[in-house]
């Protein structure tokens, strides 16, 4: 059960004196409880792939991994729902619901190593949630392992519920420090008929005009992007510097069609001229890379995620931009659908102390931005949340309730809580 | 006038506070059963008015109920232990509206259909839509989670919220959105039946009006056929906007009433809406008619024009209201099951209602798995009464023992606070305590309401105040 292993779950330079792999909710809860009267420091770790998203903990003992809370709890694909267990990677799972012409779209990087739990637990809510909804809204029922050794359960197997408090909502962005996910339930979608992914490069001056055109239409993409050349999966990109607009279209054959007509002679009349189109398998191979690219970090790089309107995406990311300190360049994805921004700040060797000074003024220019992938070097310099929810103090008296000791994740919340 | 209504009333002025018992009469019920007054009633005017209320209740130990238009089934909005009732009357305008990002931010007395009749014009809507959405409110719907038939593919209220301004347990007003970091508070809130706090501004999520919508009708021979067509038109992946199923006493009640064209001599009919581009509705009626036949459908048709569907909608949405031509009194039962136990459940339904000796009616969200067994009975006979009351807990056991639960709209409210340990552990319970707990540490939120007696450390506190 506890493995004395180093190297796993470690979080930058931080490594837990032990790995414990449960195997059921109950051994979960049991760790926890022997963990918090021992006084230990507990992470709760998924695939691991958005731990950039909380700071560094305080105190680190133990590494409770999900791995092995992966079965699927109850699938019949005629009833359009799915319990799985939290460690379940988000792969897994979309290769057990397209057996069924059945998709989650949770749109998180990494799928092979993305968790369901962590995931939800990260608070990640991806480019398609203008029309399929946040993962948040398809949970319908969630168990998580607590610190006092009980499984508290909420929600349950059906699509409409008003049973009790919606506990599932508790743990999404709450990065392990309330208890361990488990076992989530999701409802699940019917696979659309066809997928076009349309990629169009455009000369950065018409801008405004493919902002204006790209969505907004009668027939809208579920998903729209303005990339920076930087950003862009290479093999995707036309490698001349130009930013890139991408749009996904999903449907019927009919209505796919029909968007992609319209989209093509809406972006000519906007000055954008060749648009390539990739079809189905391959448009969502090349939208999970597009995706996988949020998380791409490097050296000397820092990515933030700031949440908007749609209308002012385009615009909050040019800005972004236009304010890279000497030494330094910012990338940016404009998210036309959703309003989120990510902008990666990537400085030159040497010129590490002009960085908490950079990500202010990025933050400032974008509002209240969150990091979800970088260089572990400055981890320790950035903080994760930046600025404070209005409802912080609410969320401080949850965790003191959940978590009376402090022994989930001390240090990965705001203000190093 | 109770010491606790007078200091109200000396703080905010008696537009605002009532204490005349004629004036509270209103405010003791909902659409439950239950009656009993408050101590004083407020009718704020912003959310200012709201917290001075809430500071001074938490000093005098004063429960608080909050109050949409009182259509709730479950007591919600009853003051089972007095104290105050905020009604949010006069909360009720359109605060934004930002066509563009889709959103608004509402004052939550503002009626539902209101929100959608009012931006209608600019092409969007508020998809939530209870069969009471033109008396209903949207703070109300906040409250219970409320859905309605099209939520089958929008969702339900939960996911149409995206943020709330609420006065906590201390009188303070805060802010919550989907999009900040940390615990998705939001989500919490919406429908905790009034017990976390009261929600004073919401930012909801529109949608677009689809470019072509349909409504047909197919008849079939029982509610049993009906019910299969429907587990299999989900179970193919077909999800249109709504799939609605009442049965023959149902739909002979609502045609004697609206005459909107559902065919007299089913013995069940199934509403269907699609909605989307021209060709996909086109394509979708196509599939879902050849579904239905294959299952017993007996006849298919679809509305011709608006005012056809519009007919056919208005005398769904009036179906409880129908009853009142063919029996003294209903009790509407809410619960869900996972869609392909709909056959099942019906079968069992049938089954209780010759068993407890109580006709019963069904009209319900089949294409959701939610349930709306409508017992139909006579309140001056006491067998009656008791009987109601044994089938409608028969009735939820079944749904439990299929997978199902509870409420899968209404809310648990007064009534069904003790059945709610069928379903949840003490350890579930015990969690959402601890939430309770956060939220309003007085207990001074809706007391008495969705959880069992004693299951909540709160409300314990509550009770201790009041009595010393």
């Not at chain 1, 057996?99 to 990640?124: K, Y």
């Not at chain 2, 703080?11 to 009656?35: H, I, K, Q």
């Not at chain 2, 298919?300 to 179906?319: I, N, S, T």
Request: glycine content about 10%; some cysteine.
């Amino acid at each position: 059960m506890i493995a004395k292993r180093r190297g796993t779950g470690g979080l930058a330079d931080r490594e837990p004196a032990r790995l414990a792999e449960p195997s059921d909710a109950r051994e979960a809860a049991a760790l926890l409880r022997a963990a918090a009267d021992a006084g230990d420091a507990v992470v709760v770790q998924g695939g691991g792939t958005l731990q950039a998203a909380a700071n560094l903990p305080t105190r680190y003992d133990l590494a409770l991994a999900t791995r092995r809370l992966d079965a699927v709890h109850a699938y019949d694909p005629r009833d359009l729902t799915i319990g799985a267990g939290a460690g379940m990677t988000l792969d897994a799972l979309a290769r057990t619901l397209a057996e069924h012409d059945q998709f989650i779209p949770f749109d998180a990087p990494l799928v092979a190593r993305a968790t369901i739990g962590g995931t939800l637990a990260a608070g990640w809510a991806g480019p398609r949630r203008a029309t399929y909804g946040r993962p948040r809204d398809l949970v319908i029922g969630a168990s998580a392992a607590l610190v006092d050794g009980t499984v508290a359960s909420s929600g349950g197997m059906v699509v409409k519920n008003v049973t009790g408090y919606d506990l599932g909502k508790l743990y999404v962005g709450s990065h392990g420090t309330l208890g361990a996910l488990v076992r989530v339930n999701l409802k699940v979608l019917t696979a659309p008929a066809a997928r076009r992914l349309a990629l169009a490069p455009f000369e950065p001056e018409v801008r405004e005009r493919v902002v204006a055109h790209a969505y907004g239409r009668a027939v809208e993409p579920v998903a729209a992007l303005l990339i920076d050349a930087a950003l862009a999966p290479r093999h995707l990109a036309d490698g001349d510097g130009r930013p890139l607009l991408v749009a996904l279209f999903e449907g019927s054959e009919a209505l796919v069609d029909r968007a992609l007509r319209e989209f093509r002679s809406a972006l000519g009349a906007a000055g954008v001229a060749e648009t390539r189109v990739l079809d189905d398998r391959i448009a969502a191979e090349a939208f999970q890379t597009i995706v996988d690219g949020y998380l791409a970090s490097r050296e000397r790089s820092v990515t933030l995620l700031a949440r908007g309107l749609p209308s002012e995406a385009s615009a909050r990311a040019e800005l972004a931009r236009s304010i890279a300190p000497e030494g330094s360049t910012i990338d940016t994805i404009a998210d036309l659908a959703t309003g989120d921004v990510i902008a990666r700040l990537s400085w030159r060797p040497h010129h590490e102390a002009a960085l908490p000074a950079a990500v202010a003024a990025l933050r400032g220019a974008l509002g209240r931005a969150h990091r979800i992938a970088g260089d572990p070097q400055a981890w320790a310099v950035i903080d994760a949340w930046g600025e404070t929810p209005a409802a912080l103090a609410t969320m401080l008296a949850l965790k003191a309730q959940f978590d009376p000791r402090s022994t989930l994740a001390p240090g990965r919340f705001f203000d190093g809580r | 006038m109770s010491p606790f209504a007078a200091r109200l009333l000396a703080a905010l002025g008696p537009d605002v506070v009532r204490t005349d018992p004629e004036d509270l009469r209103v405010f003791g019920f909902d659409a439950f059963t239950e009656n009993t007054l408050p101590d004083a009633a407020l009718i704020p005017r912003d959310a200012r008015e709201v917290a001075i209320a809430v500071r001074i209740a938490a000093e005098c130990g004063a429960p608080i109920v909050p109050r949409g238009a009182g259509t709730g089934l479950c007591g919600g909005a009853v003051p089972a232990r007095g104290g105050l009732v905020i009604s949010f009357v006069r909360m009720n305008r359109i605060l934004e509206l930002d066509v563009r990002n889709r959103r608004a931010r509402v004052q939550p007395g503002l009626i539902n259909l209101e929100l959608s009749k009012a931006v209608a014009g600019y092409g969007v809507f508020y998809a939530p839509d209870p069969s009471s959405q033109k008396i209903s409110t949207i703070g109300g719907n906040v409250g219970t989670n409320a859905g309605g038939p099209h939520c089958l593919s929008y969702g339900t209220t939960t996911n149409h919220v995206l943020g709330v301004s609420y006065v906590d347990g201390e009188g303070e007003v805060r802010r919550t959105s989907v999009d900040d970091p940390g615990y998705d508070l939001t989500g919490v809130l919406v429908g905790s039946e009034g017990t976390l706090g009261v929600v004073t501004e919401i930012d909801v999520r529109l949608l677009r009006l689809p470019e072509a919508v349909r409504v047909c009708v197919a008849a079939f021979g029982d509610v049993e056929s009906a019910s299969e067509a429907v587990s299999a038109i989900i179970g193919a992946g077909i999800v249109p906007t709504a799939l609605e199923i009442m049965d023959a006493t149902i739909t002979h009640a609502v045609e004697a009433h609206y005459h909107a064209g559902y065919p007299h001599d089913a013995g069940a009919v199934l509403l269907v809406e699609i909605a989307g581009m021209p060709d996909d509705v086109a394509a979708g009626e196509a599939a879902i008619s050849a579904i239905a036949r294959q299952h017993g459908a007996l006849s298919w048709r679809a509305a011709r024009d608006a005012a056809e569907r519009d007919a056919l909608w208005a005398a769904r949405k009036g179906a409880a209201g129908a009853i009142g031509r063919i029996a003294p009194n209903y009790y509407i039962q809410d619960a869900c099951v996972p869609r392909t136990r709909l056959p099942d459940v019906m079968h069992a339904i049938d089954a209780i209602s010759r068993e407890y000796r109580l006709p019963v009616g069904n009209v319900f969200h089949a294409g959701d798995g939610n349930l709306h067994p409508l017992l139909m009975y006579d309140r001056r006979i006491p067998r009656d009464v008791d009987a109601v009351h044994d089938a409608g807990i028969a009735i939820l056991r079944t749904c439990i023992e299929m997978g199902g639960t509870i409420s899968g709209e209404h809310g648990i409210g007064f009534e069904k606070r003790e059945t709610l340990g069928l379903v949840f552990s003490p350890d579930d319970l015990a969690a959402m305590g601890r939430v309770r707990n956060v939220f309003d540490r007085r207990g001074t939120f809706n007391p008495d309401k969705i959880f069992p007696t004693g299951a909540i450390c709160g409300e314990v506190t509550a009770a201790t105040a009041l009595s010393a």
